[in-house]
């Protein structure tokens, strides 16, 4: 008996609609990204370990897909890191490669590897699938697309402005009725660590204050004693947990909660100018939120982090990101801050999905398909279907002259928005009866009047 095909958990295979559907998405994206100045590039989808182990953080690194070896490679694996029980050794002299965690710090390889080919401030947006080892579930995948725009080589917080305009505009040109975009900065947290005396245990604080809404406050405390974060530090800290009052008061909370650090105040100065030039500007749907509380557990984030969640719906975020000051220094290159974005689409598809908010004309299917009554019928409408795609109009016959009911039922299952009926009479009279499929209204139209209906599409 033959084994039932199957996907690796995580992934998934995708209907033409569903195609159409994605597409729209990625489409929406691409034409503001290419408004606000970003031009595309792509990356490989495997790089080598070296590019992205230690990049991402020990949780990050775990859920890296590593590519096993192959051929006589095999025989360089490192059998004493084996029996020295040195796993991360071992498993490094195993898998030179591996696939892609996101597409930030290719993106720093890339810059690098091509910075005699690029002007500064070099401004790039990527669509392209990542891949995670982590656990499926409800909007978490393993295989999935990002949807990035970055800037590198300035300083200017002009960029953090243009993104958050950005997540406004495409999130609103997608129709998603609600969604906030949250803020923070690096800067504030290394304040509150330096504030608390646990200036050393930055990584440790930021990665369990991240997880604020998904394990709570207790989760929080209990996984920072754990790191070894002081009763005392905690005491300090744990207020803001519940931070509460307008961006205004928030950030006039924490300016006198960091009174003390300089890095600190910084931030604070930083998240101040993202406020006033958003208040300046106007959001059309966005709400612009400072959660004290978002920390984003990736190392290479040095100032202004982001998250966007979409309101009314059981989702973690559906965008991120942030700046980064010297992530390209990994790879040789000092000095050269950044900052950058990423959407979702996966998600972004299952809150549309959940809403039903896709537009009509994404679920739409083939524009004509001809009715085959016959040979003689048959080789007519090839030579109208030859003439009706030299407009650029898709169409197609159906291949047999089967009975009317199983074309019409092929019709309605390809949401065939138009069926083209030519018998004997019609080709006689040189004339075609186009039927709506969705009104089941019919005309009768000579082939050029049906192909300057079908380019503009108005209704019958």
Known sequence: MAQKPSIPKGTRDFLPIEVAR???????????????????????????????????????????FR??????????????????????????????????????VPFARFVVQHQNELSFPFKRYQIQPVWRADRPQHGRYQEFFQCDADVVGSDSLIFEVDFVLLFDEILTNLQLPSFTVKINNRKILSGIAEVSGEIDKLIDITVAIDKLDKIGEEGVVKELLEKGVSALAIEKIQPLFSFTGTNEEKV????SFLS??????????????????????????AELEFDITLARG????????????????KMGSICGGGRYDDLTGLFGMSGMSGVGISFGADRIYDVLTELELFPKETDQGLTLLFVNFGEKEQNHCMKLMHEVRANGIDCELYPTSAKIQKQMK???????????????????????????????????????????????????
Do not use: C, W
């Open 252 to 255: 006039q909370k924490m300016k």
């Open 67 to 104: 590519i096993l070896n192959s051929g006589d490679k095999m025989l360089k694996a490192d059998t004493q890191a084996l029996e020295e029980k040195n796993l991360a050794r071992f498993a490094n002299s195993l898998a030179e490669k591996a696939l892609r965690y996101d597409l930030t």
């Open 260 to 285: 003390s650090s300089e890095i600190g105040l910084k931030g604070i100065e930083e998240l101040e100018f993202v406020f006033d030039q958003i208040n300046s500007l106007g959001l059309q749907k």
């Open 22 to 64: 994605r597409t729209y998405i990625f489409d929406t994206i691409k034409s503001s990204f290419k408004k606000y100045g970003f031009s595309p590039i792509e990356t490989p989808s495997f790089e080598l370990s070296s590019t992205l182990m230690g990049k991402y953080g020990e949780e990050g690194d775990r859920l890296i």
């Open 410 to 460: 092929y019709a309605n299952d390809r949401k065939v928005q138009y069926v083209a009926l030519i018998g004997e009479q019609e080709m006689n009279e040189e004339l075609v009866l186009l039927k709506n499929m969705e009104s089941g209204d019919q005309v009768e139209m000579s082939i050029d009047e049906v192909i300057h209906k079908l380019i503009s599409k108005p209704s019958l």
């Open 298 to 313: 990736l190392n290479y984030y040095t100032g202004a982090i982001f998250e966007v969640k979409a309101n009314g719906v």
